[in-house]
């Protein structure tokens, strides 16, 4: 069931983004996070502006979903959020992150943002596949722009007008 994250999900959030960090190619992020690192980041996720969502199955979180504002700041981009979301590893291909994403983009409709972006590695063939499956497309490919212990990469802007 995907719901709004509570304060309690912290530390299965937290782990699932650590299993991405490890796995190296999901995130940028290369040291694991803490809750405490990610307190921040959950109080910023207000339900009513950049919620983050959580699936969860016999109380247990199996991936979550997060909407954040694209370049914060800049008052002309207000209508445009960035999506991302994680899978536990134990959970991955189970329709997770498509049921995420299908509720994500309601509540981004319903909450008046007109575009959402998704940033990711570009040897994420699981994402591209998921985000391709909704309608997100191509708008930008920054190559070899990551550097994972000497191994480059790039990342892919996908898009989706709402």
């Avoid at 995907?2 to 796995?23: F, H, R, S, W």
Wanted: with cysteine; proline share 3%; net charge neutral.
């Amino acid at each position: 069931m995907v719901c709004i994250a509570a304060i309690e999900d912290l530390p299965e959030i937290a782990g699932i983004y650590n299993q991405a960090i490890e796995a190296r190619f999901q995130t940028c992020f290369t040291e694991p996070v803490s809750v405490k690192d990610k307190l921040q980041w959950f109080y910023d996720h207000e339900e009513t502006k950049f919620p983050l969502l959580v699936y969860k199955n016999d109380g247990r979180v199996g991936g979550w979903l997060s909407v954040s504002p694209y370049r914060q700041g800049r008052n002309a981009l207000r209508y445009a959020v960035e999506i991302s979301y994680f899978i536990d590893n134990a959970h991955l291909r189970q329709g997770i992150g498509s049921q995420l994403l299908a509720r994500a983009l309601v509540i981004c409709r319903q909450l008046g943002y007109k575009t959402a972006l998704a940033v990711l590695i570009d040897s994420n063939t699981a994402s591209i596949k998921l985000l391709e499956k909704y309608g997100f497309k191509e708008w930008g490919h920054l190559p070899a722009i990551a550097d994972f212990d000497g191994r480059e990469c790039g990342q892919y802007y996908y898009g989706l007008k709402l």
